[in-house]
């Protein structure tokens, strides 16, 4: 397993990401889950990522179990403060006691300020966040200071430069290059000096089952999976410490140890076969909507942005352009249904789209 230099520890190329283990009845199936992460600890994987609401609350609970069967000082472990639960100062303690409980281990390696967006961090500085985690690592119990990020570039861009951060956690992958902190926050990141952490290489897993013309543009060397490219171009990049992989099965494992293991910095032949990709996946967009949300509030409730989010995710993603599982995760009454057509959404659109036109095409496609 390869290994990068973050602030004063090396760690392995690839990290566990702990939130997605396979479960049998609504619960983590713990054989499985054990099976797994043993499989990546023996291939040189040593870099473990949990959080407070992982699996409900019980992927903490089973990292900590876990931990017991190896030995503290050869892995690194990372968990993360749920700042929407916090509402007053003598919270963080309460709520880090309670993950350390679970965890049961003396320390962590890295301690994060979970899924920060501009308001978030506003906040979480005015009750004193930052202070907590300075004692914290004052007394030994975490290591290294960082935050996971979900929001635009401007907010990463005054997060990242308002606190000596040890590190920070982003999306990225070869399709999310101009969305949430993207090309322009992996610059500045480098620039300060601030090791990345990458969630989402693969999308979601939506990068690792591409449609024919994606694979065909990918079949530069067939040992690589999908998923393999999708990694392999976010190790390209030298500031990326760790890249975070949440794996549910034993193949998935495999196929990201052999990668990490194995992949050198992609040639120019290869950059441009995942430009391609991309380029492929882009042109399988229906609706050329920015997210810019002038169309927003809608009387009727609809949630444009979403539905036309959802639904480009379909077509982009998925192979006939059918899985409407994103679609159907919008609220009933504020999917394409709930359109009343009074086309106030379309006045105010920068892009000019028949917004009410776009949703009876997506009624129809969410009724098939």
Known sequence: MQKRTCR?????LLGFGCMRFPETNGQIDEPAAFAMLDAAYEAGVNYYDT???????????????????????SLYL??????????????????????????????LDFYLL???????????????????MEKLKAEGKIKHIGFSFH??????????????????????????????????????????GIPLLIMEPVKGG??????????KALALHAQWSPASWALRWVAHHDNVAVILSGMSTMEQVMDNVHTLSEAQPLSDAELSAVAQAAEIYRSRIRVGCTGCRYCMPCPAGVNIP???????QSAIYSADGTDRRAYLSIPADARATACVACGK?????????????????????AEK
């Open 206 to 215: 939506n990068l690792a089952n591409p449609p024919a013309e994606v694979r």
């Open 345 to 365: 959404c379309a006045e105010a659109c920068p892009q000019h789209l028949d917004i009410p036109g776009f949703m009876v095409e997506i009624q129809s496609w």
């Open 51 to 73: 959080a407070y609401p992982y699996h409900g609350g019980q992927s903490e609970i089973l990292v900590g179990k876990w931990l017991k069967t190896k030995k503290r000082d």
């Open 78 to 107: 990372t968990s993360k403060l749920p700042c929407w639960k916090i509402d007053a100062p003598e919270q963080f303690e309460i709520i880090f006691a309670e993950q350390m409980a679970k965890l049961d281990t003396p320390y």
């Open 306 to 312: 979403g539905v036309f989010r959802a639904y480009n």
């Open 114 to 132: 979970h899924s920060l967006d501009r308001a978030t961090f506003q906040k979480m500085k005015a009750l004193g966040a930052l202070e907590f």
């Open 8 to 12: 004063d520890v090396s760690l392995s």
């Open 151 to 192: 929001d635009d570039y401007d907010a990463f861009e005054e997060i990242l430069t308002a606190y000596p951060w040890d590190v920070c956690q982003i999306q990225y992958n070869y399709m999310d290059t101009e969305i949430q902190a993207g090309d322009r926050g992996y610059a500045l990141a480098k620039k300060l």
